[in-house]
């Protein structure tokens, strides 16, 4: 069982930065393919970015793509999500998600595709 604890959410004004980290209990965290999802009120769970258990692959929906970035520390079993230049659009609650992988650069952008998922952090963006 692998519990995940997100943080740093939070309100910002457009153009703003904020820092998401989502920590994880997992001992064998380099395991793992982990995700940033989110969810606006009344849309559905949408994919944000992806890192594989290396952190050497990432994937970012086209949105975010230039203005967010995930990372990962794995000495820290911590995964990141560093968002700059936010807009009011990107106001949501955001979900850090993780599944065990065999691959090493292993990237997963669909929800179904994990097994764990955190309690999530309000971001909300004003204008």
């Known amino acids: 069982q692998v519990q995940l604890v997100e943080s740093g959410g939070g309100l910002v004004q457009a153009g703003g930065s904020l820092r998401l980290s989502c920590a994880a209990s997992?001992?064998?965290?380099?395991?793992?393919?982990m995700g940033w999802f989110r969810q606006a009120p009344g849309k559905e769970r949408e994919f944000v970015a992806t890192?594989?258990?290396?952190?050497?692959?990432?994937e970012h929906v086209a949105p975010v793509q230039g203005r967010f970035t995930i990372s990962r520390d794995n000495a820290k079993s911590t995964v990141y999500l560093q968002m700059n230049s936010l807009k009011p659009e990107d106001t949501a609650v955001y979900y850090c998600?993780?599944?065990?992988?065999?691959?090493?650069?292993?990237?997963?952008?669909?929800?179904?595709?994990?097994?764990?998922w955190g309690q999530g952090t309000q971001v909300t963006v004003s204008s």
């Open positions: 998600a993780a599944v065990a992988s065999w691959s090493r650069d292993s990237i997963k952008t669909k929800a179904h595709e994990y097994l764990y």
């Open positions: 997992a001992r064998t965290f380099s395991s793992y393919t």
């Open positions: 890192v594989s258990r290396s952190g050497a692959t990432t």
